[in-house]
């Protein structure tokens, strides 16, 4: 009788892969750099200085939580990656404890309270936003671009009126060599808006290095391009269809304008992204990113406050577990 053969076999995973959360945030943080560095040429330096504040304090918190159940993760890179996004979306003119408050929020309260990195069931950097947002909301209508009180001395003097007179210019002569032609006309702003200068050279969010940067993470796989895109598709749609809030008729919406000139798209790639509160199945990513594109719109639709991208995502954070035990259920025939 012959002896069988024993085959010693490991535990898993079995297949080994070089991405590690840590690489994927500091990459992500890497690639988020030229957006805070061009941010701080248009709107001054103050957007440094808040990035620090939230990026220590971020830091710091971490150092806290993770400390108190002896499993310390601040060199994963998740916490540094929470307080730049908080400073990105966080206006110019806040007070400077603010940015703090926000990021300690994350850190200490939807991450460390729930567990830790992988247990939070809200995106930590879209929480700590949301509490300051909706504790100071004065505060924050004060410091919103346009307002009296709002932003800061640029760091060079007349590059925001630059890029406006340039984007007028370009469109000027794309309407008469393109579009004049063919019964068309494209509004000057659009190309502003790529590199987050708005109406009446107000800075934004620098849309063309977003786009940018996420280009790159979804060619390298780190973000999933489906949610964005649901997202996307519908926040635009009803926008188009209904008109811009207030002028204009059906199917009038200006789409574009409107995905420019917030944090709209911002918040569609490297928030609701998050691969930790994010489904990872197509059919819930659909799901996940539709939800939050309609959801951001009636806020936007309705005249809410300027965080609509903000709260959608995180109300979609909410109600994703939902989802998932009412899709299990109509799985196992309704049974409980």
Not at 34 to 51: K, N, Q, R, Y
Not at 114 to 122: I, Y
Not at 125 to 132: N, T, V
Not at 306 to 333: C, K, Q, S, T, Y
């Amino acid at each position: 009788m012959k002896s069988a053969r024993r085959v010693l076999v490991s535990g898993a995973p079995f297949i080994h892969d070089e991405r590690t959360t840590a690489r994927d945030a500091w990459l992500v943080s890497a690639l988020l750099v030229p957006v805070l560095c061009w941010e701080a040429l248009l709107s001054g330096p103050g957007i440094v200085e808040t990035a620090g504040l939230a990026i220590v304090t971020a830091l710091v918190a971490d150092i806290v939580q993770s400390g108190l159940r002896r499993r310390f993760e601040i060199d994963d890179g998740s916490a540094f990656l929470t307080g730049l996004l908080i400073a990105l979306l966080l206006p110019a003119g806040l007070p400077l404890w603010i940015p703090p408050a926000a990021a300690a929020f994350a850190v200490l309260v939807v991450k460390g309270a729930f567990g830790g990195l992988g247990s939070n069931w809200m995106n930590p950097a879209l929480g700590g936003l949301a509490f300051a947002w909706l504790d100071w909301p004065s505060l924050f209508s004060a410091a919103l671009p346009g307002s009296p009180t709002g932003g800061r001395a640029p760091l060079v003097p007349g590059l925001s009126a630059f890029v406006q007179t340039f984007d007028d210019r370009l469109s000027a002569a794309l309407n008469s060599l393109l579009f004049q032609p063919l019964g068309a006309n494209l509004p000057s702003g659009y190309f502003a808006s790529l590199l987050g200068v708005h109406q009446g050279s107000v800075p934004g969010m620098p849309v063309g290095l977003v786009l940018l940067a996420s280009t790159i993470l979804i060619g390298m796989r780190v973000i999933r391009w489906q949610i964005p895109a649901a997202m996307f598709a519908f926040f635009a749609l009803p926008i188009w269809i209904f008109g811009d809030r207030g002028s204009g008729g059906p199917f009038s919406g200006d789409v574009l304008g409107h995905s420019l000139a917030g944090i709209f798209l911002f918040v569609a790639f490297f928030m609701a992204t998050d691969p930790v509160t994010s489904p990872s199945r197509t059919a819930k990513m659909v799901i996940f990113g539709s939800g939050s594109g309609l959801i951001a719109f009636a806020f936007a639709y309705s005249g809410a406050p300027a965080p609509a991208p903000i709260l959608a995502v995180l109300f979609m954070n909410i109600v994703m577990p939902f989802v998932d035990e009412a899709g299990h259920r109509i799985a196992r025939g309704g049974r409980s």
